[in-house]
């Protein structure tokens, strides 16, 4: 006969548990910036912080990882690494290992494992992630978690023309904790790449400033943010049919005013989402894999699915992802691989 207290603690192993935990992966001063559209330029100063970030989650006897960097792509090498130091230091099996990336366009080649000046650098951050991976599991604690949508027209457009149909959505993911906020988790289908090619400053361009903005409002530890579908799209009103576009300074001002209007956006949506704590966690694996798509991985966090793609594709392609789970929150991230911009 089972007693209540072992009853309540079996019903407590079964509900979710959450961790998060973060670290600074930006290169040295004097490291070449890397990136889909400008010449490759030696970096003089920090404007702000690249991070890694973990996200821990554990119920029904399973847990997963959410990972999310900085940079613009990441080698399938690259990859392997990281999913095997994460697996080792937080006691998540490998195929419950999820990465993806900001798409910041200011970033070290870690998708070019050729590179003879980062070889250091590419064996030591996944480490680091490994680090705070197992950081993130010593943190965890009671969670619920929701998701929430929210609709941001007129913050890209479409390369073939202003009035192109694009994705809109930015899908969320909301987890708290009996400490408070844990994090915030969303993505976004345009490239970070406000940035113009004159700065030689390190940054994490207007994802790393939406994540700060939307961290900062919402009390949470931190937040992680998945760059979409998006090799058709580009910041603001940049179409190649838009004689006067806006924002041309590229510069920190304007990093700042996406960043800032995606975070407000994103910040009011998720107010009065519905959370829980009876959640279900496993790996999603297509039936039938699409060999233009690249390599998938695919992850399911209660209502919310996310998937990764190291395939370029294009913001048509995350619609109809989300149209064909009406019922699901679709997180999607691609160009995982890295490629540059009209590379095919």
Known sequence: MTSDSQ?????????????YAETVITPPVGFEIEG???????????????LGRVLV???????????????????????ARVVESVSSAAGVDESLVWIGVSGNATSPPLWDDGNAAYVQYAAYVPQQIGGIAALAAGRLQDAELGFATASLPDLATSVNGRYEDLNEIVPMMIVDGVSGPIARVF??????????GHSTDWTADYPGYACWALSEASGAEGCMFIRGPSSDVRPFDWSSDNPAP???DRGAADVQALGWLLATQAGVATQGALLRRNI?????VRAEPDSGLGIVKGLKIGDGVFESFTASLTSEFGTTLAEASPDQTVFVCANLGGASFGAT
């Open 7 to 19: 009853h309540g603690s079996q019903l407590r192993s079964e509900l979710l548990r959450a961790g």
């Open 36 to 50: 889909p559209e400008h010449a490759t330029r030696r970096a003089t100063d920090v404007t702000d912080d690249l």
């Open 57 to 79: 989650l554990e119920a029904g006897g399973d847990r997963a990882a959410i990972v999310t960097l900085d940079v613009w792509g990441v080698s399938e090498r690259f990859t």
């Open 187 to 196: 993505g976004f289908s345009c490239p970070g790449s406000v940035i113009g």
């Open 246 to 248: 806006t924002h041309t």
């Open 280 to 284: 279900d966690i496993a790996a999603v």
